[in-house]
């Protein structure tokens, strides 16, 4: 069985394959050995697939981002995120800053659904 990533496949078998060899080892040193060639394999495809989402993925263009927190820092922080993810400031909305905010978030995400029906399915 292999990880297809576009032009790198990877050997999942193999992994799986270390792991049962480690359930039967009984020397600590050969244990050792097949521990660390095992995290090694891991993190090797650890690393391609976080190359390829970083390569390939991307938020379809016109997504909309609606978030909620009552602390200020969690919504700058949620600010910073969709900014990293590419989304424009003027389509996101983080709210959370009063009660009423909080109480009518739920018929604020309905409303903007409604609002912007027509942006589903491009």
């Not at 080892?25 to 097949?34: A, C, H, Y």
């Not at 993925?57 to 969690?74: H, L, M, V, Y």
Request: glycine content about 4%; proline content about 2%; overall charge negative.
């Amino acid at each position: 069985m292999t990880l297809n990533l576009g032009k790198v496949e990877l050997s999942v078998t193999l992994a799986v394959n270390q792991i049962n060899l480690i359930q039967v080892t009984q020397s600590p040193e050969t244990l050792l050995d097949r521990w660390q060639s095992l995290r090694d394999h891991i993190n090797s495809i650890v690393q391609s697939v976080q190359k390829h989402i970083e390569k390939n993925f991307r938020i379809p263009e016109g997504t909309k981002a609606i978030a909620i927190d009552d602390s200020k820092i969690q919504r700058k922080l949620l600010g910073k995120f969709f900014d990293f993810l590419s989304i424009p400031r003027e389509d996101c909305v983080i709210t959370g800053e009063s009660a009423s905010d909080i109480r009518g978030f739920e018929d604020f995400v309905v409303d903007f659904m409604h609002d912007h029906k027509d942006n589903y399915g491009k």
